[in-house]
């Protein structure tokens, strides 16, 4: 069976300090891997996608994630973390049949 | 575009009622979902459609049911409410190997 694992339910880092959020797949075939943040009392909303191409993709609010095929990683950086990024960070991978997510991953960024 | 919208945003159920989730989307996706978040659980497919007239079990899709007659609503009923049943959920559509769009979320406690 396909699945995400965010192995930590938690991270805290200082503002302006960079950001890993880590993710790692199990996907059959070659994966689609998406990256979600969550407000409070907001639905899911869409950061960054790996579908195929360079192992490196840019998001919205200065969001990154590198995909490593033989580490089945898909991890979530920043290079200067904000306050306004706190938040809670879904991985989710899989196909459009088949989607799975990652338990989450609270990111809080203290001043 | 409103996106997807989900009615209500809240509810309270006691055990044994039913009750419809209602979900629209206006941007012409052919894919919708419905997930149920539980705390620390991530997001379970509930089930899924790839068109109208065309739906699918997910992950999790005991005590639920869907229709899809339209492109555009995707409702989801529960018919014997159960306390397991209390969560929150969300629908999301999107387009083949897209980013998923998800509306607001509703909030069901059942009692």
């Known amino acids: 069976a396909q699945s995400v694992a965010q192995p930590e339910d938690q991270v805290n880092v200082a503002e302006g300090n960079p950001l890993t959020v880590k993710c790692t797949y199990s996907?059959?075939?070659?994966?689609?891997l998406f990256w979600y943040v969550q407000y409070p009392n907001r639905g899911l909303q869409f950061l960054l996608k790996y579908i195929t191409g360079d192992n490196l993709v840019k998001g919205s609010y200065g969001f990154e994630a590198e995909f490593n095929k033989s580490q089945t990683s898909f991890h979530l950086k920043k290079p200067s973390a904000l306050v306004s990024d706190s938040a809670l960070y879904f991985c989710a991978g899989g196909n459009n049949n088949d989607m799975r997510f990652g338990a989450g991953t609270r990111l809080t960024v203290k001043p | 575009n409103a996106g997807v919208t989900q009615t209500p945003k809240f509810r309270i159920l006691k055990i044994g009622q039913s009750m419809t989730l209602q979900c629209t989307q206006d941007m012409n996706h052919n894919y919708m979902y419905w997930y149920r978040q539980d705390p620390g659980m991530g997001l379970k497919l509930i089930y899924y459609?790839?068109?109208?007239?065309?739906?699918d079990k997910g992950e999790v899709p005991n005590g639920y049911n869907v229709s899809r007659s339209t492109t555009e609503d995707f409702p989801l009923r529960l018919e014997l409410a159960a306390p397991s049943q209390t969560s929150v959920y969300f629908c999301?559509?999107?387009?083949?190997?897209?980013?998923?769009?998800f509306g607001p979320g509703t909030r069901l406690t059942v009692l």
């Open positions: 996907v059959s075939g070659n994966p689609y």
């Open positions: 459609s790839v068109g109208a007239g065309i739906t």
């Open positions: 999301a559509s999107t387009l083949f190997g897209a980013e998923q769009f």
